[in-house]
């Protein structure tokens, strides 16, 4: 029985094969990769043995097979994916450049997602926590009202919901995404921003006011503040805790966060101290750096505790 829920877009990521090549040059592409922030997420979470199901659509296309034949293999519940014979799996094509930066080109606005529904209760029986991306809330509206709706049903059901704003330009449309992703905040249990994303939602240009106004806010419990190659600072109502990143070889960033917020969830889940909950999400954030793909990373029960044995920086 999954008790870690997400829904949300999946895509597949068609990847430049080498970096600072721009996307209006003819040059080659890698892929396809099973992606979507979501499905990044959920399958981290199964990979570390904890029940995991996502509510999402794909095409009835090698594309969607791609997706489900993964998400599937390392133990997903996929009973909430819709597979549309009507409209084509969502793909994200991928550049990087040597500054670190990544520009994206998404098709993504009218694939299957945008037809799925918020599932019935029976299909969430067990959940304790739910899990939403803003990306998921930004590129279809309709999409994020059924997100909205899920999120309250979960809630009902007695399942801490969780946040990880992931904004991107690319993906900003309606304004009624906006007010979406204010309401989903007031469900908020676990907020895990970047830097930006906080003061942007938070609206203040300065992050020791930003922490103070999300805090204030009467359902968080726990903000897993992500500062990039500066590790990540968790607040609580009791306690603040600093964590450093670990020492690797980054070879693709695509999908770090997400690998890093499944592996903060399953520590909560198991019922782990803040800190060991952290050092979890921080190594499987690293391990998904180290292989090229988003969600290639060899992420695993083993190689997390092994990490976790080496000193952060």
């Given amino acids: 029985m999954a008790e870690i829920w997400t829904m949300g877009e999946m895509i597949v990521e068609i990847m430049r094969v080498s970096e600072n090549t721009p996307l209006d ?16 997420f959920i ?4 990979r570390l043995g904890c029940g995991a199901g996502i509510i999402g659509g794909v095409g009835n296309d090698d594309f969607g097979k791609c997706l489900l034949d993964r998400l599937k293999t390392d133990g997903v519940d996929t009973g909430g994916v819709l597979v549309s014979r009507s409209a084509s799996t969502g793909c994200a094509f991928v550049t990087y450049f040597d500054d670190g930066s990544r520009k994206f080109i998404f098709h993504i606005g009218n694939t ?3 037809e799925a529904k918020a599932p019935k209760k029976d299909i969430l029986e067990g959940v304790k926590y739910f899990h939403v991306m803003g990306c998921s809330l930004s590129s279809n509206l309709q999409f994020a009202e059924e997100i909205l709706r899920t999120v309250k049903i979960a809630k009902e059901m007695g399942a801490r919901i969780s946040f990880d704003p992931n904004l991107r330009p690319e993906l900003m449309g309606d304004e009624r995404a906006a007010e979406i992703i204010e309401e989903i905040l007031d469900y908020t249990s676990i907020f895990l921003p970047g830097e930006e994303e906080l003061m942007m939602l ?6 020791t006011e930003a922490v103070g106004t999300c805090m204030r806010k009467r359902n968080i419990e726990i ?3 992500k500062k990039g190659s500066r590790g990540c600072t968790v607040y609580t109502r009791e306690k603040v805790v600093e964590a450093g990143v670990y020492k690797i070889t980054p070879v693709d960033a695509t999908g770090a966060g997400d690998s890093f917020d499944g592996a903060f969830l399953c520590g909560l889940l ?7 909950t952290v050092r979890m999400a921080a190594a499987a954030g690293a391990l998904n750096t180290a292989a090229f793909g988003p969600m290639e990373g060899k992420i695993s029960k083993e190689n997390i ?9």
Avoid at 202 to 207: A, E, F, P, R
Avoid at 305 to 313: H, L, P, Q, R
Wanted: glycine residues 6%; without cysteine; hydrophobic residues 40%.
């Fill in 43 to 46: 399958d981290t979470v199964a």
């Fill in 305 to 313: 505790y092994k990490m976790m044995k080496e000193e952060t920086v």
């Fill in 25 to 40: 040059k003819a040059d080659y592409f890698k892929g396809p990769f099973p992606s979507g922030a979501p499905a990044i």
């Fill in 270 to 276: 198991e019922g782990k101290s803040i800190e060991e």
């Fill in 223 to 225: 903000l897993a503040l």
């Fill in 112 to 114: 299957p997602a945008a």
């Fill in 202 to 207: 938070m609206k203040t240009n300065d992050i």
